[in-house]
């Protein structure tokens, strides 16, 4: 019985060490090798001496007075224009800075039993968010005064509320004020393009899942506007997805929104106002 | 025995079935897609981009980069990042950026290049980052003689400017303008030109003549303007590649305002005789002019439209200036303008969506601009004395002189918006700004 307790005993040292073993590899942040980007794409600028040196037109001195029967020679053919530029070679991918640690077993959403549909993932889109009646709702649902009480648990009156759970879109189990958080850090990073012609015009619809964990999951799109033809929109379109970039890494972001797809929509015209 | 062996074999049977069953489902039914949660962001945080612009590698790699930093600064759509803020020194242009060393200084995007001179030529490698999708948005390679350096400064920062707003840059561009030295009563009045930057400033003229209402060809490096002498005054062409400088002809009375048609071929100007100031435009191939206003008031300040077809001008045939429309062949004249106050110097906007203008009203000078039916007016500046306005070649930036009560007139630029407003960086006194399509 001592002899099966000793081997029991080495046993067990081992499987630690190689576990923390294990831990220690996955934290450890190895130092990666600079990563090469592609080569560029030569653009010639054809330049001419008399065209940027103006010496020669200031020491000028002499006016030629014209008749008005000569007919002006042809101004002197344009320097050459530059090549178009074309697209830049894209950057090697970058590696991952660390390997994937496993994810931590994420709280699930809070989901209110009583809602109808809850189990239900939704086949469309959910009706967009408005704002305006979501904090309607939020106003409603707080109490007009006096302490929250401590021993409230499990959802929030807000998220229960009829309206949030109809703006929020219903099954999804993200209470209101989540919602209104994860928008509120949105629109904190959103830079919208309101200076430039076209620019207040532009709606772009941006899609991205958050992972449990709180990690942007895959790419973030914007319904291919971000490679749209027309720059004004490309530029709004990369604004959206930097602004979404930003506030997925914001580590304040209410934990109820992790773990769900989202497609905000930028409306321009509304934020230039 | 038997019996109880054949059901257990068609148990086992039924079961391998419902599992293969249940395995090909699982593979061939689709995952239905995530449902997303939409929600409208309807606010943003509107502000200049903030950009990192660090010293490029090599020479003159620090002045390339202080000069794109100025003129994305100026443009008033970017906020260069101090470079004391950078956490990660010395880019190399052929390796990728530490991307979280940027996003701690909140760069948005991040400039970075090398400099190389070899064999007599200069070299520019640049690479334009978007810090937080962590890729590359251009990357371009210049090449031009050392001492155009400036100029592929220009070059990069029109590049940068284009790939984040969607819009044309304006930076490789020159502003011919009067500059004006002494004082108010024996003002000397000078044909000058410099970078849209303030930099490389030259002088055309000496100084013996008053110089006045300069304008850039929008297909040439050619200017037309007005020369004042005692002996009366006369409307110059002047080719800035070979220096050649000649007049347009002898008119019977007072000739200004020239303006070239966008094509280059024409120009607009006007004559006054007796009182009376019409619209002539002349072919400049043929040398043949035609009169195209005949009103007994004061018409002036002809432009005309990015496709030539139409010419905004000014007319007090009404009573005060406003400003009016017609064909180009001076058919079809209307009015636009219809405010208080007095309208001049209309400049039809290279991209045609606007005209800007001179508006005096209340005592005050404003720079303005409406559309070209006269809808959306806007005032855009307001002073003692603002005036002349002329478009950057991409039709969203304008730049006009403004004089204070006493003081020389000044340079200065607004956005079309007129949220941006500062003088322009010449340190000299200047009036009547004419702005040059962008070089080639």
Known sequence: ????????????????????????????????????????????????????????????????????????????????????????????????????????????????????????????PQKALDLDALSA??????????????????????????????????????????????????????????????GRDVRVRVTFTLSASGQVVGAVEAGGQESSSNPVVRAAAERAIRAVRQAAADKALPREVYGQAWAPTFNAQEACQ | ??????????????????????????????????????????????????????????????????????????????????????????????????????????????VNGQVTVEGGQLRVDFRLWDVYSEQQLLGLQFTSTPEN?????????????????????????????????GGRINRTKTLAIMDQDGANPSYL?????????????????????????????????????????????????????????????????SVERGGNSDIYVMNLKSRTSARLTSDPGIDTSASFSPDGTKIVFNSDRGGSPQLYIMNSDGSGVRRISYGSGRYTTPVWSPVGDFIAFTKQAGGQFHIGVMRPDGSDERLLTTSYLDESPTWAPNGRVLMFSRETSGGPPRLWTVDVTGRILRPAPYPGSGSDPAWSPLLN
């Open chain 2, 205 to 269: 003229t000496d100084g013996s003549y008053i110089v006045m209402s300069p304008r850039f060809s929008a297909t040439s490096q050619e200017i037309t303007y007005m020369t004042l002498r005692p002996e009366g005054s006369a409307i110059y062409l002047f080719n800035l590649e070979t220096a050649r400088r000649e007049s347009i002809g002898q008119f019977p009375g007072m000739v200004y305002a020239p303006r070239f048609s966008p094509d280059g071929g024409r120009v607009a100007f």
């Open chain 2, 1 to 110: 025995m038997s019996a109880l062996k054949e059901t257990r074999t068609m148990r086992l049977k039924a079961l391998c079935l419902v599992l293969a069953s249940l395995m090909l489902a699982t593979v061939s039914t689709p995952t239905p897609a995530a449902a997303q949660i939409e929600v409208n962001v309807n606010k943003g945080d509107v502000q200049p981009l903030p950009i990192a612009i660090p010293a490029f590698g090599g020479t003159r790699g620090a002045d390339i980069a202080q000069v794109i930093t100025g003129n994305l600064e100026r443009s008033g759509l970017f906020a260069p990042i101090s470079q004391q803020a950078y956490i990660e020194k010395g880019l190399n242009v052929a390796v990728q950026p530490r991307f979280p060393d940027w996003k701690a200084i909140n760069a948005q995007a991040l």
């Open chain 2, 149 to 181: 350096w400036r100029r592929v400064a220009h070059k990069i920062s029109d590049a940068v400017y284009e790939r984040l707003t969607g819009e044309k840059g304006y930076f490789d561009t020159r502003i011919v303008f009067v500059s004006e030295t």
């Open chain 1, 137 to 198: 709702s939020i106003a409603k649902s707080r109490p007009s005064g006096g302490k929250s009480s401590s021993a409230a648990r499990g959802p929030t009156k807000q998220e229960t509320a009829l309206e949030a759970r109809a703006a929020a879109g219903a099954g999804k189990g993200v209470s209101a004020s989540a919602l209104a958080g994860l928008v509120s850090q949105i629109e904190r990073r959103w830079n919208p393009n309101c200076e430039v012609e076209g």
């Open chain 1, 1 to 124: 019985m001592t002899r099966t307790r000793s081997d029991f005993s080495a046993a067990m040292m081992v499987s630690v060490l190689l576990h923390g073993g294990v831990l220690v590899a996955a934290l450890v942040s190895w130092p990666k090798a600079p990563t090469l980007v592609g080569t560029t794409v030569p653009v010639n600028i054809i330049s001419n001496a008399t065209y940027t040196d103006l010496r020669a037109a200031a020491k000028a001195a002499q006016e030629q007075m014209a008749t008005t029967e000569q007919p002006v020679p042809d101004a002197p053919p344009e320097a050459a224009v530059e090549a178009p530029l074309p697209d830049p070679v894209p950057p090697a991918p970058v590696p991952a800075p660390s390997p994937n640690k496993p994810a931590p077993v994420a709280a699930k959403p809070t989901v209110d039993p009583t809602a109808k549909g809850v189990q239900k993932p939704a086949d469309k």
